[in-house]
C-alpha cells in the first residue's frame, strides 16, 4: 500500500498533538494537586465530588448560622443576669422599706429614687440590641425597640410574642431571640392587678396620658375584678361650669360606675375608683354632643409587668407622709413587691435554662458539623487528589514518548528518492 507524504506528515502530527495534550494534562494536574480536572476526566467522581462540595458549603453556612446564634444567645444570656442582679438589688430595697417602724418619709423618698433610677435602667436592659442592631427582646420582628413608656404614661410592650428562628443543620432550626412580654409582662402578679392605656383613637395633642396606677384598697378592687373600665371624656357643655369632664363606665355593661358622671376633670389629680388609683396628664379631646372624646382604658389582669412592679413600688415610697395609714400601704406593696420580684426571678431563670438548652444544641451541632466536614474533604481528597509519584512518572514516560515521535517524524520527513540515488 502506497503511504504518500501527507499522510505520513499527518499521523506524525497526531500522534504529537496527542503527546502534547498528555503532558499538558499532567503538567496542569501536577500544578494544581488534583487528579480530576473537568468531568470527563473521572464522570462518577466528578458527580460526587459536586455533591459534596454542595454539603460542604451548606455546612459553611449553618457554621455561620451558629456563630451568629451563640453570639445572640450569649448576648441575652449575659442580659438576663443583668436584669436578675437588677432586681435582686430592688429586692434589698424591699426589704428595708418593709422597715415602716424606724423609716422616716425622707428615707422612703431617698428609696424611692433608687428605685426610679433602676428603672431607667431596667428599660435600657430591656431594649438592648444584639450585633445585628435587632432588639433582642422584640420576638420576631426585633426592628422596633420593644418597651416603652414611663411610671407616669404607662408602660408598654410593642414587640410580638414570637420568636427569631434560625437554620443550623437539615433537620434542626434554634430560636436566636425571645419575647420580653413572655419574660417581663406575663409574669403572675402577687394579687389581682390591672393595666392602664390610652385609646389609639385618641386625638389630643399632644397625647394625654394615664399613669401606671396603684391598687390602692386591693379588698374593693378584688370584689370588682375581673371587670374592665372605660373613661370617657364627654362634651363641656354636659357639666355646670362648662368645662373638660369625664365619666367612668363597666366595659362589660356600659354602665356608669356610681359617682362617676360628668366628673370634673383636672390635669393630674388623682381618680380614685372601686379600688384603684390613678391620674391623667395633659389635656384630653373633649365629646361633642353625643360623640364622645378621647377614652382611656383600666384592664384587670392576672399578671403584671417587672416594670410596673417597680414603678408601683417606687410610688408607694413616695407617699409615705408619716401616718401610720400610709406605712401600713407601703407595707403590703412590699410584700406583693417580694412576691412579684420572685415570680420575675423564675421567669428570668426558666428562660436562662432555656437558652442553655439551646446553646448546648448549637455546640453538639457545631461539633457534628466539623466532623461531617473533616469525613467529607477525605472523601473528596480520596476521589480528587492527584497521586504525585504516579504523575511524576506519568510525565517522563510522556516526554519521552513525545520525544521518540518528534525525532521520527524528523527523520521520516527527510526521506526522499534523491537521498537512495
Known amino acids: 500500500m502506497r503511504i504518500s507524504s501527507t499522510q505520513i506528515f499527518d499521523i506524525a502530527n497526531d500522534s504529537i498533538s496527542e503527546s502534547n495534550q498528555a503532558i499538558a494534562k499532567t503538567q496542569a494536574q501536577l500544578s494544581t494537586g488534583q487528579r480530576v480536572l473537568t468531568p470527563s476526566d473521572d464522570p462518577v467522581a466528578s458527580t460526587k465530588i459536586l455533591e459534596i462540595e454542595q454539603n460542604l458549603a451548606k455546612l459553611d453556612q449553618y457554621g455561620k448560622n451558629i456563630d451568629i446564634a451563640e453570639n445572640n444567645l450569649s448576648q441575652e444570656e449575659s442580659t438576663l443576669s443583668s436584669v436578675s442582679n437588677l432586681l435582686q438589688r430592688v ?19 431617698a428609696l424611692a429614687s433608687e428605685v426610679d433610677s433602676r428603672i431607667d435602667e431596667l428599660m435600657n436592659l430591656l431594649n438592648t440590641r444584639n450585633v445585628g442592631g435587632g432588639y433582642i427582646f422584640a420576638g420576631y420582628t426585633g426592628g422596633d425597640k420593644p418597651f416603652v413608656g414611663d411610671a407616669q404614661s404607662g408602660f408598654e410592650f410593642t414587640g410580638t410574642d414570637g420568636q427569631v428562628n434560625i437554620k443550623i443543620s437539615d433537620s434542626t432550626q434554634v430560636a436566636t431571640s425571645d419575647s420580653g412580654k413572655a419574660i417581663f409582662v406575663d409574669i403572675p402578679a402577687a394579687q389581682n392587678s390591672f393595666n392602664t392605656s390610652e385609646s389609639s383613637a385618641n386625638t389630643s395633642s399632644p397625647a394625654a396620658q394615664v399613669s401606671v396606677g396603684q391598687v390602692v384598697d386591693q ?36 354602665n356608669v360606675i356610681p359617682g362617676f358622671q360628668n366628673m ?17 396628664t395633659g389635656t384630653p379631646t373633649s365629646g361633642s354632643g353625643a360623640a364622645d372624646g378621647d ?10 409587668d417587672v416594670l410596673t412592679t417597680l414603678a408601683r413600688f417606687s410610688d408607694a415610697m413616695k407617699q409615705v407622709d408619716g401616718t401610720q395609714e400610709s406605712k401600713d400601704f407601703v407595707a403590703q406593696i412590699v410584700a406583693d413587691t417580694l412576691d412579684n420580684i420572685n415570680n420575675a426571678q423564675t421567669s428570668i431563670l426558666e428562660t436562662t435554662a432555656e437558652l442553655g438548652a439551646r446553646l448546648n444544641t448549637l455546640e453538639s451541632t457545631k461539633e457534628l458539623h466539623i466532623n461531617t466536614d473533616l469525613v467529607s474533604r477525605e472523601i473528596m481528597s480520596e476521589l480528587r487528589d492527584l497521586d504525585y509519584a504516579e504523575a511524576a512518572s506519568r510525565l517522563a514516560s510522556q516526554t519521552l514518548v513525545l520525544e521518540a515521535a518528534q525525532a521520527t517524524f524528523v527523520r521520516v520527513s527527510q526521506l526522499t528518492l534523491f537521498s537512495r540515488l
Request: aromatic residues 14%; glycine residues 6%; charged residues 20%.
Open 295 to 304: 377614652q382611656f382604658f383600666v384592664e384587670s389582669s392576672p399578671n403584671q
Open 91 to 109: 429586692r434589698e430595697i424591699a426589704v428595708q422599706a418593709g422597715n415602716t417602724a424606724t423609716y422616716t418619709s425622707s428615707e422612703y423618698a
Open 264 to 280: 370634673p376633670y383636672v390635669s393630674g389629680q388623682e381618680i380614685q375608683v372601686n379600688g384603684l388609683s390613678f391620674n391623667i
Open 219 to 254: 379588698s374593693a378592687y378584688d370584689d370588682f375584678y375581673p371587670e374592665d373600665m372605660i373613661i370617657t371624656f364627654k362634651d363641656d357643655t354636659s357639666v355646670v361650669p362648662v368645662g373638660k369632664n369625664f365619666t367612668i363606665t363597666e366595659r362589660s355593661t356600659g
